[in-house]
């Protein structure tokens, strides 16, 4: 009789310990609007200790980003800022300069986003600050980078996209350029950071020292243009928008049906004869024109207006149903409200709630990382300004 074959071990569902891979880091947040905040709110979710210091008057300018408002506070501010605490200084005074030194003693990470030649900047000049706290990982994100003709410039989210690039391919061909729905200059440079400084934790514990680790709206901006940028090192061309098109697929894009848009995503060839045979239009397939993905893009035009013809002739749940019973990758676009209220997005444990000082029960969107099937929990709300300034752990 056969050895029984070893069965596959399975992830253990009893006593699972918390997520927090970060627990016992101490992480000082000198940052404000949303590139910094949101890197110290991924470390928080991780299990990191973060303590956010604001200026007495005002604190983080995202909390007047509104409407809307949710509680006192800018809902902008809420996305950015949970399990953290708030305490308040002022960094431009001396006492306000020892408290955070004092923070810094025990610390693991200071995150800043001064503006390159401000007084901030030099007041915790990171060579001073590495002097002093020889084991801190310093994450400075700034606007355009450490070097360079714009080096001191100041810079929003949508200043990163329109000088990254970012905005000349995104929108309609023949329309203006467009922004991303999302911050991607903030969020880019939030997530690089994220990671600089989990790999300077990485190393730290094998040398013992910290870094000094800088990135920019810029830089990952440029970083995230990927075939963007291969494809225009290779022909020397300069890319134009596509709507929602792919400069390297086609058919891939947003399509109308008759009561509404869908996505369809072809990928290879095999998947287009797929597309044609749902469709009825076997033949394509066939059409020297369209018959590979690189005949398909030189021709887009021409075939995305047969595709439009025929899709206009049923409903967007209608070819959803079709094309999925094909094989064929497709999707409804859906709006937020639906999104939230999708069962995929509730399978997944996305959406937390917690309850805020004053904006009662709070959603929240979580972590998306699970570590052995468990997703980092919404501990605390994001704080009000000033919550913590009587707390035990206090400078």
């Given at each position: 009789?056969?050895?029984?074959q070893?069965?596959?071990?399975?992830?253990?569902?009893?006593?699972?310990?918390?997520?927090?891979?970060?627990?016992g880091?101490?992480?000082v947040?000198?940052?404000?609007i949303?590139?910094?905040?949101?890197?110290?709110?991924?470390?928080?979710?991780?299990?990191?200790?973060?303590?956010?210091?604001?200026?007495?008057?005002?604190g983080?300018p995202?909390?007047?980003?509104?409407?809307p408002?949710?509680?006192e506070?800018?809902?902008?501010?809420?996305?950015?800022?949970?399990?953290?605490?708030?305490?308040?200084?002022?960094?431009?005074?001396?006492?306000?300069?020892?408290?955070?030194?004092?923070?810094l003693?025990?610390?693991?990470?200071?995150?800043?986003?001064?503006?390159?030649?401000?007084?901030?900047a030099?007041l915790?000049?990171?060579?001073?600050l590495t002097?002093r706290?020889?084991?801190?990982?310093?994450?400075?994100?700034?606007?355009?980078?450490?070097?360079?003709?714009?080096r001191d410039?100041?810079?929003y989210?949508?200043v990163?996209?329109?000088?990254?690039?970012?905005?000349?391919l995104?929108g309609?061909?023949?329309?203006p350029?467009?922004?991303?729905?999302?911050?991607?200059?903030d969020?880019?440079a939030?997530?690089?950071?994220?990671?600089?400084?989990?790999?300077?934790?990485?190393?730290?514990?094998?040398?013992?020292?910290?870094?000094?680790?800088?990135?920019?709206?810029y830089?990952?901006q440029?970083?995230?243009?990927?075939?963007?940028?291969?494809?225009?090192?290779?022909?020397?061309?300069?890319?134009t928008?596509?709507?929602?098109?792919?400069?390297?697929?086609?058919?891939?894009?947003?399509?109308?049906a008759?009561?509404?848009?869908?996505?369809?995503?072809?990928?290879?060839?095999?998947?287009?004869?797929r597309?044609?045979?749902?469709?009825?239009?076997?033949a394509?397939a066939?059409?020297?024109?369209y018959?590979?993905?690189?005949?398909?893009?030189?021709?887009?035009?021409?075939?995305?207006?047969?595709?439009?013809?025929?899709?206009k002739?049923?409903t967007?749940?209608?070819?959803?149903?079709?094309?999925?019973?094909?094989?064929?990758?497709?999707?409804?676009?859906?709006?937020?409200?639906?999104?939230?209220?999708?069962?995929?997005?509730?399978?997944?444990?996305m959406?937390q709630?917690?309850?805020?000082p004053?904006?009662?029960r709070?959603?929240?969107?979580?972590?998306?990382?699970?570590?052995?099937?468990?997703?980092?929990?919404?501990?605390?709300?994001?704080?009000?300004?000033?919550?913590?300034d009587?707390d035990?752990?206090?400078?």
């Open positions: 009789m056969p050895d029984p070893p069965q596959p071990q399975q992830p253990q569902t009893q006593a699972r310990r918390p997520a927090a891979p970060l627990a880091i101490k992480v947040d000198l940052s404000k949303l590139a910094g905040p949101y890197a110290t709110m991924s470390l928080a979710d991780l299990g990191a200790d973060v303590t956010k210091v604001e200026h007495p008057e005002g983080d995202t909390r007047r980003w509104g409407p408002f949710q509680g506070d800018a809902t902008y501010y809420l996305a950015a800022n949970r399990n953290k605490r708030s305490v308040t200084l002022d960094l431009k005074t001396a006492d306000g300069q020892a408290a955070v030194h004092r923070m003693a025990d610390a693991d990470v200071l995150v800043e986003n001064f503006r390159p030649g401000s007084s901030l030099r915790f000049d990171y060579r001073e002097a706290h020889p084991r801190l990982v310093v994450l400075h994100i700034s606007a355009f980078g450490e070097s360079g003709p714009l410039e100041p810079g989210d949508m990163a996209q329109a000088a990254a690039g970012l905005m000349s995104t309609e061909t023949d329309g350029p467009v922004k991303a729905g999302f911050a991607m200059g969020l880019g939030a997530l690089f950071g994220l990671i600089g400084i989990t790999s300077a934790l990485v190393e730290r514990a094998r040398t013992g020292r910290g870094q000094y680790v800088t990135t920019s709206l830089e990952t440029l970083a995230l243009h990927a075939n963007w940028a291969t494809a225009h090192f290779a022909t020397g061309e300069r890319p928008r596509l709507g929602s098109g792919h400069p390297s697929l086609v058919p891939y894009q947003a399509y109308e008759s009561d509404g848009h869908f996505v369809i995503a072809v990928g290879n060839d095999a998947l287009f004869r597309l044609g045979e749902a469709l009825g239009l076997d394509l066939d059409d020297p024109r018959a590979t993905n690189a005949a398909r893009v030189v021709n887009r035009t021409e075939l995305n207006e047969q595709l439009g013809r025929a899709l002739g049923d967007v749940a209608g070819w959803c149903e079709r094309l999925k019973a094909a094989g064929v990758p497709v999707a409804p676009i859906r709006h937020l409200d639906e999104v939230y209220a999708c069962p995929q997005t509730e399978a997944l444990g959406v709630e917690v309850d805020h004053t904006a009662g709070l959603r929240q969107v979580a972590f998306p990382v699970s570590f052995d099937g468990v997703r980092p929990a919404v501990r605390t709300a994001p704080p009000l300004l000033g919550q913590h009587d035990r752990n206090q400078p």
